[in-house]
């Protein structure tokens, strides 16, 4: 029984936890970063330095701007770790209690 509610108090600290994340996610500003536009005055047929996909940015289709802006790669893969990490302790909560009842209804059939 004290094993349960240890489970249980565990799974409440992860919802806790998910929800935190959640409301980071949605409240914060996406950081953006700006790198230089290998486009910059060529023409935009140029497939060599424009229409082609930049390191962090997606296909580069701005010849007028000398640096491009793109969402911030690190912030966006390190929320995502973050939440897969919460996702699996989910996952092992959910297994600790299906093996807890499982133990429960044996010891109640015994």
């Known amino acids: 029984m004290q094993i349960a509610i240890g489970?249980?108090?565990?799974?409440?600290?992860?919802?806790?936890?998910?929800?935190?994340?959640?409301?980071?996610?949605?409240?914060?500003?996406?950081?953006?970063?700006?790198?230089?536009?290998?486009?910059y005055h060529r023409l935009l047929s140029d497939t060599t330095y424009c229409n082609t996909t930049a390191v962090y940015c997606g296909p580069l289709s701005d010849n007028t701007s000398t640096s491009v802006t793109c969402a911030s790669t690190a912030y966006i893969n390190g929320l995502g770790s973050t939440k897969m990490t919460v996702f699996a302790g989910f996952g092992l909560v959910a297994v600790g209690i299906i093996v807890l009842a499982a133990f429960g209804l044996i010891n109640v059939f015994k």
């Open 7 to 39: 489970a249980i108090g565990i799974g409440i600290v992860l919802m806790v936890g998910y929800l935190i994340i959640a409301q980071v996610n949605t409240a914060l500003p996406t950081p953006t970063e700006a790198y230089n536009n290998s486009c």
